[in-house]
């Protein structure tokens, strides 16, 4: 219930700076396409070899691929795997990221120590040298790629939730709660954790553009999700190869990765805007 | 008559707001003349900074000011920033409320001060040190030639407000503006530090406005008042005038309704309402809502009053203002010290002592504890309201805190219902925590803003499991109903309440669990005067109710005297001075305790004229690295060797309620008065 407060009044308050309305605009389209993608007319995987890359036309929008596959429909298809990828990486590294923050912040101490010294070493993983290592001993799967955003991500929420928490504990609602008997679980999850959540939504929004961009990467090195599942970093890699055969190739998938980034991107500072004029949302009209 | 120093025409301010924009000052005019102290008094959102800040042009860009504005000779409004700029540097100084923000952290201080005059080419660079050094010594502060190459990190609080009127001096500027100067200082300081301006003034015959919510320091300052209300001054007079016969309801609302050190206990006649938000003004007059002369009049409903002159030298903005009302409320005595001796002690407080450990160095080691409490003992029963008073530092929010579990205590004991509370597990402090409540001191900060207000009271009976038990949805809306809010207020968030009703809100959440003991935290220091006496009246009344016993922490003596059946005064973590109420007020036999009530204002400004002022030296010292004998020594006007090597005993002062802690207690003398008066 509280959370739901908290996200329907940032919603409300995003959707009122037209940056940030344009980004959950074009974000909210490729969920939908990547949702419903089987219910479209469109076909990944067909091959028709006769018309392969050729240009945009009536039955090929977009144009066809090295091996006649519509690129419209591999782009929307493609969407998905972005979108889990990301979906993925954001939620193991918010799983555990934010409860090592809360526990962190709240007792500090050894628990604080340690659990920080842990967050340091994972911050010292390049992502993309620590996916590679992954897809060598596991092979190539979108699995590899999504476990090591997700853990190169823990840092990021662990920090972020830790400073909140931190500051957060001081505050005399937070006391309030400890004064009339309140738990320091019931303390850390149901008081301080809500507080928190639009703090938590920006590393979201962040992790989650790093995500579809390292995935993107990882295919364009070839060492992304196995073909032939559709992907846009693979077919940027191909769009490449046949730059000069057919040059119109990579324009799509290129276009919407960027806007697809830009998307996130502007979310991220519309969000942080709010939290720097707690006046704009309900949920933070505490210095009013 | 000469030309005024400052002279505002129909000045207007307003900001940009959603859908129209919000008229924050609407038509103010005054003159201020040299030698003079004009006091703007009001409440928050009355306009009367916004006020002061179109005086000299420093409002954003996004305010839009209308009117006229003439400081000696430059028109402000309009005028570019260059003039602007030399304008500020010589003809007008400032002192803001928070000296720990006006000054720059790492620039030295004294060179602070010249700064502005080396810039304007005012004074060769120099001269500026030694010329830094003069402006010390002219506010006050000791040992000017080793505080001139000081940061502000090494002033006290009261050193930095003085360091900041020496600068606003620096330039003897015609113009003084003082922005609630003293409300972040404690009251000797406060003391300390309006006798300076005053003195700085008397010496540069500058005219001074100065802006505060005080009524107290503007009967011990002013010459000439406005009283600002809903953006528009209501009413102005000479000092003495005001306070002895105000010509608008609202002014004679307010002297009604704060409550007073020198008077006996009387019920506090609160303003009903909230004051108006910019953004939403009734039509008519603003004060109508709450006004009780106006009362639905027509006339008050359908036309704002023009401020025209009614007699002598007062103008007041009321259509009725021949039916101010004047003298004080029906006077309601309360009987004092309603507790039962023979019946044990709601809360019993032993010997409480709270150290903390000061921290070094890389290796983090223990270097010395800060003594933040030494010592306290206290009794509170149930009915009663023990009131613990003192400046910032003694140690009165940790005994409080201590009490309640939230802060370890290093020795003594608390007893709750004859139960020692310390060292109890877990669940035992759970369940002592049924007992006892906290109130805090700032209703913004102690509410859950992501939570409905329902669902914030409900809390604690969740936490214990007791929601069904106690009745369920039905339980809170009683408590609403108690606390004086409606129960169709449930679904909204502490964002949308005001200060006084989120008060109302953080009371009833401390009532719901039923405790026998509420530790309030300076409940009343954040809010407005006039919602000051509507929530004082509230706890009276619930203390009535359900015999509940209080433990009042605060630094205002006036509101504590109010309020209190006994008082406990602390300085450095100590209980100085303890005795039933009145006898503590009319007769204090130890000196901090004389000090303290001499330096509290006291809104009556022919009476303040008439009392004696004992102005402390100093202020108080590093709790980590207390004096030795009696913490007060090294400020006090009776010390002598004994009070030096020895801290005294705490004992009952010969036949009276009292107890203090001094060698040398005892009623003030008159000739010690003069020794030590100013």
Redesign the interface.
């Known amino acids: 219930m509280?959370y739901l407060?908290?996200i329907l009044s940032t919603l409300h308050a995003l959707l009122r700076q037209t940056g940030a309305a344009l980004g959950l605009g074009f974000l909210a389209l490729i969920v939908l396409v990547a949702v419903f993608a089987d219910l479209l007319p469109l076909d990944p995987l067909g091959q028709d070899f006769i018309r392969s890359l050729e240009g945009p036309s009536r039955d090929y929008w977009f144009g066809t691929d090295e091996l006649g596959r519509d690129i419209l429909s591999r782009v929307v298809f493609g969407a998905r795997t972005s979108l889990v990828t990301a979906a993925g990486a954001v939620v193991i590294a918010a799983l555990i990221g934010v409860p090592m923050g809360l526990i962190g912040g709240f007792f500090g101490g050894w628990r604080d120590a340690a659990l920080m010294r842990m967050v340091d070493v994972m911050m010292a993983l390049p992502a993309i040298l620590f996916a590679m290592t992954l897809i060598a001993v596991f092979g190539r799967s979108q699995g590899a790629a999504l476990l090591a955003v997700g853990i190169t991500g823990i840092p990021g929420f662990a920090r972020i939730v830790r400073a909140q928490v931190m500051s957060l504990r001081k505050?005399?609602?937070v006391?309030?709660?400890?004064?009339?008997?309140?738990?320091a679980g019931?303390n850390m999850f149901r008081?301080i954790l809500?507080?928190s959540?639009s703090q938590i939504l920006v590393q979201v929004v962040v992790l989650s553009s790093v995500a579809i961009l390292l995935e993107a990467a990882l295919a364009f090195l070839g060492v992304g999700v196995p073909p032939p599942t559709p992907s846009w970093g693979e077919m940027l890699r191909t769009g490449k190869t046949y730059l000069h055969e057919a040059p119109y190739y990579a324009v799509l998938p290129g276009i919407v990765l960027t806007l697809t980034i830009l998307a996130f991107d502007s979310i991220g500072r519309g969000l942080s805007r709010l939290i720097e004029n707690p006046g704009e949302t309900?949920?933070?009209?505490?210095?009013? | 008559m000469t030309e005024p120093v400052l002279k505002v025409r129909d000045l207007t301010v307003d900001f940009p707001g959603t859908p129209d924009r919000v008229p924050v000052v609407r038509g103010v005019s005054f003159d201020v003349h040299a030698n003079e102290v004009l006091c703007i008094v009001g409440e928050s959102g009355s306009g009367k900074s916004v006020t002061a800040l179109a005086i000299t042009g420093l409002l954003p860009a996004s305010a839009r000011v209308g009117g006229a504005v003439r400081v000696k000779d430059t028109d402000v409004i309009g005028a570019d920033a260059e003039v602007l700029r030399r304008m500020r540097g010589r003809d007008v100084g400032f002192v803001f409320q928070d000296p720990s923000t006006t000054l720059n952290p790492v620039l030295p201080v004294g060179r602070q001060m010249t700064e502005g005059q080396v810039a304007l080419g005012l004074l060769a660079k120099r001269d500026a040190a030694a010329r830094a050094v003069e402006l010390l010594r002219e506010v006050d502060v000791a040992n000017p030639e080793g505080r001139v190459g000081q940061y502000p990190h090494e002033f006290s609080g009261g050193m930095r407000q003085r360091a900041v009127i020496g600068m606003a001096m620096a330039g003897r500027p015609g113009l003084i503006i003082a922005d609630e100067p003293t409300t972040a200082l404690d009251v000797t300081v406060q003391a300390q530090v309006l006798g300076v301006l005053a003195k700085r003034q008397k010496d540069t015959g500058a005219a001074v406005v100065l802006i505060t919510h005080d009524l107290g320091v503007v009967a011990e300052v002013a010459d000439r008042v406005a009283v600002m209300y809903g953006g528009r001054i209501v009413e102005t007079g000479q000092v003495d005038q005001i306070f002895a016969q105000p010509r608008h309801p609202y002014t004679a609302a307010l002297l009604h309704s704060i409550p007073r050190m020198d008077m006996t206990d009387r019920r506090l006649d609160p303003i009903p309402g909230q004051p108006p938000s910019p953004a939403s003004l009734p039509k008519g007059c603003a004060f109508e809502p709450r006004c009780s002369v106006g009362n639905g009049r027509p006339k008050c409903l359908s036309e704002d009053p023009a401020l025209r002159i009614v007699d002598d030298a007062s103008a007041s903005a009321c259509h009725y203002w021949r039916d101010t009302p004047t003298a004080a409320a029906p006077a309601e005595v309360r009987e004092i010290s309603r507790n039962v001796p023979d019946q044990p002690p709601l809360l019993e407080i032993r010997d409480l002592k709270v150290h903390f450990p000061v921290r070094r160095g890389i290796l983090q080691r223990v270097t010395g504890h800060v003594r933040a409490v030494e010592g306290v003992n206290l009794t509170v029963h149930a009915g009663e309201t023990v009131s613990l008073v003192g400046e910032s530092g003694c140690g009165k929010t940790t005994t409080g805190k201590a009490v309640m579990g939230l802060t370890r205590a290093t020795a003594g004991d608390i007893l709750l219902n004859q139960q020692s509370i310390l060292g109890l597990s877990a669940s035992g402090m759970r369940n002592a925590r049924r007992n006892m409540q906290y109130i805090f001191q700032d209703p913004f900060s102690s509410l859950n803003p992501v939570k409905t207000v329902e669902d914030i009271v409900a809390e604690p009976l969740h936490i214990h499991g007791l929601y069904d038990e106690a009745g369920g949805a039905k339980r809170i809306a009683e408590l609403f109903d108690m606390v004086g809010l409606s129960p169709s207020m449930f679904g909204r968030y502490p964002a949308e309440f005001s200060g006084g009703q989120k008060q109302r809100i953080g009371i009833a959440r401390a009532l719901v669990l039923q405790p026998r003991l509420l530790i309030l935290d300076e409940p009343v220091a954040a809010l407005d005067v006039s919602i000051q006496a509507q929530i004082l009246n509230l706890l009276e009344d619930l203390q009535k109710e359900l015999n509940l016993g209080y433990l009042f922490i605060a630094h205002n003596l006036s509101v504590v005297r109010h309020i209190s059946d006994r008082v406990a005064v602390m300085y450095l973590g100590r209980i100085v001075e303890e005795s039933d109420r009145d006898t503590l007020y009319d007769a204090p036999v130890h000196p901090y305790t004389q000090s303290l009530m001499s330096a509290a204002p006291i809104p009556d400004p022919v009476e303040g004229r008439r009392r004696q002022r004992i102005v402390l030296e100093g202020e108080v010292p590093d709790p980590a690295a207390p004096p030795p004998g009696c913490a007060f020594a090294p400020r006090c006007f009776r010390a002598t060797e004994i009070c030096r090597s020895a801290p005294p005993p705490f004992e009952r002062y010969g036949k009276t309620e009292s107890r203090a802690a001094c060698y040398h207690a005892g009623p003030l003398e008159q000739v010690e008065q003069k020794a030590t008066g100013t």
């Open positions: 509280k407060h908290v505050r005399d609602f006391i309030a709660v400890e004064a009339f008997g309140g738990s019931y008081t809500p507080n959540l309900a949920m933070q009209g505490t210095l009013k």
